[in-house]
């Protein structure tokens, strides 16, 4: 059932880095745009940043412009989130999302291709 798998995360100290993975269960990817949503327990899944293959474009939400940087391999075969400048306050898990449909949502319903996640923990 789970495709996406996420891998990278760690723990570090505030202002740290890290740079997390997301493969399609070592295929390349079908789906044109690929997005990272993170989650703090008790919260709901918010939106952090997308990648639209085709058009060569990246977004990212407010909390993470110039920190953050999404990417991927020429090849399709991973995605990436170089991670800068961590904060405590950053939600701790990262999830790497395929959309259902062909409209970009930056709400989960809008995603029905999820990895099980990947923990980034920051320390002060």
């Known amino acids: 059932q789970v495709h996406l798998v996420e891998s990278g995360g760690g723990s570090v100290q505030t202002g740290g880095s890290l740079r997390l993975s997301c493969v399609d269960s070592g295929q390349t990817f079908s789906s044109n745009t690929m997005a990272w949503f993170r989650q703090a327990p008790g919260k709901e899944r918010e939106y952090v940043a997308h990648?639209?293959?085709?058009?060569?474009?990246?977004y990212y939400t407010d909390s993470v412009k110039g920190r953050f940087t999404i990417s991927r391999d020429n090849d399709q075969s991973t995605l990436y989130l170089q991670m800068n400048d961590l904060k405590p306050e950053d939600p701790p898990i990262y999830y790497c999302?395929?959309?259902?449909?062909?409209?970009?949502?930056?709400?989960?319903?809008?995603?029905?291709?999820w990895g099980r996640g990947t923990q980034v923990t920051v320390s002060s």
């Open positions: 990648l639209s293959w085709s058009g060569g474009t990246t």
């Open positions: 999302a395929g959309p259902s449909g062909s409209l970009f949502s930056k709400i989960p319903a809008g995603y029905d291709n």
